[in-house]
């Protein structure tokens, strides 16, 4: 919980910073009603979610004098619901061995860094972990799924800089199954600047390491960058169409104050979301809750 609110300080600090000002000694009228909409659409809530908050919280209240932290009750209110229908724990099926988690996503959204996070995790409850370095653009990223490698004790595949991604997908998933692992993290690249290749190079991971095991990959994981703001929107439509989402995780919390976007997808998209990242250490990722989140970002 102290991770969770610190990771969220600037969000909370912001939008509650606002609602506290604009709500003490002040009457509920229209004004004030317009500036917490405001507040919401900066949090990056989204407009419909932004209005139907707004209609909440005058609900009953008109003309009155109001607490803010009354507003902010009703507001974490309001977004638990919006959120309690994402919020889904990752399942590892164990039967399957391994278990095939895609991570995609674009480029510096946190990809690498999460698979390195989730793998200690998955090593913490005694799971085996193999890592593919999918994202054999970047040979800084290869690097650094072998640093992660090394700090989870995990098995990592890869190869040099330019290889073929997929190839390296149908090893790392031959090698996995041969030896019996619990589950293999399979890094890609997310170059968004060639939209056609992104998506061509994702099917054809998918399409390779079905040819190993049918049922692969068992879960798509989107990494968006909180960061971004609405941009995360499209991102999600596009790796959608390209990989077939199974569930979100959502990084870099901790460096916005833009937390709502959250929202704003729920809404959108209805995807389960995992985890949500709220720092660069190993410990800074968090399975999503609902009431947690909404309370911490309500402030
Ligand atoms: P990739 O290109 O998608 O693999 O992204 P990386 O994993 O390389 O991450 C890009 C940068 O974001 C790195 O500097 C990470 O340390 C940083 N990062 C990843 N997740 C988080 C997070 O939850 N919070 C913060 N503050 N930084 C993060």
Do not use: C
């Amino acid at each position: 919980w102290k991770r969770l609110t610190q990771g969220l300080a600037r969000t909370s600090s912001s939008m509650g910073g606002a609602i506290t000002s604009l709500f003490t000694k002040r009457k509920l009228d229209a004004t004030t009603l317009e500036d917490l909409e405001d507040i919401l659409i900066q949090a990056d809530l989204g407009v419909p979610a932004a209005t139907r908050i707004t209609e909440a919280v005058a609900k009953g209240r008109y003309d009155k004098e109001i607490p803010p932290d009354d507003v902010k009750r009703v507001l974490a209110a309001e977004v638990e619901r919006s959120l309690a229908p994402v919020a889904h724990p990752l399942s590892i099926d164990r039967g399957r061995k391994p278990f095939v988690l895609l991570m995609v996503g674009v480029n510096g959204a946190g990809k690498t860094t999460t698979i390195g996070k989730l793998a200690a995790k998955f090593r913490a409850q005694k799971l085996s972990v193999t890592m593919a370095a999918g994202d054999t653009f970047r040979a800084a990223a290869i690097e650094q799924l072998k640093v992660w490698g090394e700090r989870t004790g995990s098995t990592v595949i890869s190869r040099e800089q330019g290889a073929d991604a997929a190839g390296l997908a149908f090893d790392a998933l031959t090698q996995a199954r041969r030896d019996g692992t619990d589950v293999l993290l399979v890094d890609t690249a997310g170059r968004l600047q060639n939209k056609a290749g992104l998506m061509s190079e994702l099917e054809k991971i998918v399409r390779v390491m079905k040819k190993v095991d049918d049922t692969a990959p068992h879960a798509v994981l989107l990494v968006l960058d909180a960061t971004v703001g609405q941009n995360a929107l499209s991102q999600v439509e596009l790796f959608q169409k390209a990989a077939g989402v199974t569930g979100i995780v959502m990084t870099k919390l901790d460096g916005t104050a833009r937390g709502g976007i959250l929202v704003a997808l729920a809404e959108r998209f209805g995807l389960p979301v995992h985890f949500i990242g709220v720092g660069e250490g190993v410990d800074d990722l968090e399975p999503f809750a609902a009431r947690d989140f909404a309370r911490a970002i309500a402030g």
